[in-house]
């Protein structure tokens, strides 16, 4: 994908730090009882099952229903709001489910001072809540935990020192083969071994440090908000022509350019193809597109700067983009790489 020369000075110089974490509702201003999901705006009778299902585990999480059928009621009668993530300062991984109580890392780009917040991984619950938009009471208390626990010593720390510095390691990572999208072995160890001299300042370093060391790809996640952060520059700087952003809903796909940030530019959510890693899993259990991780393609990381094998469904004329096959019900089984579809650029 070539970028336009002006988002190119502006993403080239972006410099991006970890800053803040903060509750979704405070972060993003989010107006009461909202639910945030990937991909392009989409009602929620027309959703997938993976975003019914997170709507309405979301109205469970923030106790606005106390069972499913109440949950989805309040869903069909209108009175939660659901919203596409990328609309908001933020992305949505996968299913994408934010609400106003999840914890989210906010990075800052020091050179335009603009914000984006994006949620954590979910440690030992792997997508968990947020990114497959499953729940459970264990669920729930380990995003509490992360927000109420274990980040807030480290965002103390990050602010007397003025933020923990990004792009080093990003840079680095590249160098190393990381591909910073579908591939982030590199960056998890850099990052793990730069955040150790923060973390020794804090109480609880033992267990932040367990975090870093043991949540997989959860530098995926600073990634996605560093990316969107640059691209929200873009974005303020009108660049015609300039994509800024990009992810599928399981339904539909969809972009958005600089010049009117606000519209979205959609069509089907295309299918990756790629190796199958779940035991038993199959081309037709697999689920169109789900997820706004492809904000890292329109920062120029993933398919942009990976070899592209046409084996793994590269065939076409579309950006390509990297990710993860998402089960029709839920689960990951495996990676790989398609193409922007050609109609949203229509």
Not at 44 to 67: D, I, S
Not at 206 to 230: C, I, K, V
Not at 281 to 302: F, H, M, V, Y
């Amino acid at each position: 994908m070539q970028l336009e020369p002006e988002a190119k000075k502006i993403i080239d110089t972006s410099d991006p730090h970890w800053v803040d974490v903060l509750p979704a509702g405070t972060f993003l201003d989010l107006p009461e009882k909202t639910i945030l999901h990937s991909g392009p705006p989409i009602e929620f009778e027309r959703m997938c099952v993976l975003h019914r299902r997170g709507m309405v585990n979301a109205c469970l999480f923030e106790g606005w229903a106390k069972t499913e059928a109440e949950a989805e009621a309040m869903l069909v009668r209108g009175e939660v709001r659901v919203a596409a993530a990328m609309d908001y300062a933020t992305v949505g991984s996968g299913t994408g489910i934010v609400t106003a109580s999840v914890p989210l890392l906010v990075v800052e780009d020091r050179t335009t001072g603009l914000r984006a917040g994006v949620f954590p991984s979910e440690g030992r619950f792997g997508g968990g809540f947020c990114g497959w938009g499953v729940y459970s009471p264990e669920i729930a208390a380990n995003l509490a935990y992360m927000r109420d626990s274990l980040f807030p010593p480290l965002v103390k720390v990050l602010k007397d020192v003025g933020g923990f510095p990004l792009k080093a390691l990003f840079a680095e990572a590249i160098r190393m083969g990381d591909e910073l999208h579908s591939c982030q072995k590199a960056i998890d160890c850099l990052f793990t071994r730069a955040i150790i001299p923060y973390a020794l300042k804090c109480p609880n370093a033992g267990e932040l440090l367990d975090y870093f060391a043991t949540a997989d790809r959860f530098t995926h996640n600073f990634g996605q908000a560093a990316s969107r952060a640059a691209l929200l520059g873009v974005a303020a700087a009108g660049v015609k022509g300039a994509l800024v952003a990009a992810g599928g809903n399981g339904v539909e796909y969809g972009v958005k350019f600089a010049d009117a940030p606000n519209t979205w530019h959609t069509a089907p959510s295309p299918m990756i193809v790629g190796p199958y890693l779940t035991p038993g899993a199959k081309k037709e259990n697999q689920l169109p597109w789900i997820g706004d991780s492809s904000i890292t393609e329109c920062r120029g990381w993933g398919g942009q700067i990976r070899p592209i094998n046409p084996a793994h469904g590269c065939a076409g004329t579309g950006p390509v983009i990297n990710g993860g096959m998402i089960d029709r019900n839920g689960g990951w089984m495996g990676a790989g790489s398609t193409r922007m579809p050609d109609a949203c650029f229509r």
